[in-house]
């Protein structure tokens, strides 16, 4: 990856200042700056050289660049430039299919291993704290001690730091049931809420790129992958490669659920998609993979 942006760097005045900018983003996080974001980039870029004073572009792109020394600089405009809009329950019927598949999962399972979770691309926490939420009401409707555990990854480390703090405005708080908040939020000073300590205690924020950090923390197989309004952003392939990695981190009948539309065209082995039109969630099973691989098998024996 260095050489061909060090390659695209020094042939700049071929490839362009700008496009060296949108092909090292895509390839450090998997963002694609389409015709939309290009200004905003531009203003970016350009507010960022008045600040430091600096007037030689490609003396910015080299410092910006350099993967040891720029990374300060590099972080602060992955901050910047990535689009981190997220609410609470954002997408109701992904969350009611949780509270649903949560219920099965703990009926189903004789042990009382707790449920992992794994909100990717988490953004400022609101993704994670509301399946904390949810999981929290399904297991006690199933007369149970909520035992589970969320992971929450970013690839923005100011939108990591906000989610470990659990602090949102008022104005955050227009999705969340009243009775809701009166269970797992305080009051904190004028407008603002936060998580109560219990619910922030569950879930551990982590600053990772998916692209660069396969799997952050994360030995155990998940029970639960919720990845939505992150892949939208990627090219098709990209997505697919890293769906094909996360289905590697789930445990069999584990649950994928991305944002609707995210994926078209194309099940990924080892899934099964969730019928239910209003959500794009599949199953992984086990037995799926066999088959395929007996029936490799059989092929190559004949
Ligand atoms: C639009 S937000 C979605 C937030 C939340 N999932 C939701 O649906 O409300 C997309 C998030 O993906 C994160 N992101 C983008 N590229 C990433 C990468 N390579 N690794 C991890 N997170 C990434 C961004 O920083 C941003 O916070």
Redesign the pocket.
Known sequence: MANRMENAISQKSDFGYFDVWKATIEE????QITPDRERALALLLDRRMKELDSEDVDQYMADALDVAKGAQEWSGL??SL??????FF??RPSMDYVRSWVKCAVRDKSSTEPLWIW??????G??AYSLAITVEQAMKAEGLEPRYGIIG????RE?IFQARRGIYRESKMASVEQSVNRAYFDPVGRGLWRVKADLRRRVCFLT??????KSPLIRRKMHLI?????L???RRWKRREIIGQLTNHLDDQGCLML?LGELSNWLPSGLTRVTQRNIQAYIKDERIEQRAEQKAQQGETR
């Open positions: 450090r996080t998997g963002v992955i901050d990535l689009v981190k809009e997220t609410s954002r997408h909100s990717l691309g988490c953004s400022t609101e993704e990854t970013d690839i923005s939108a990772s790129n998916i692209l660069t950090d919720y990845c939505q309004n992150m939208v952003y990627f944002g």
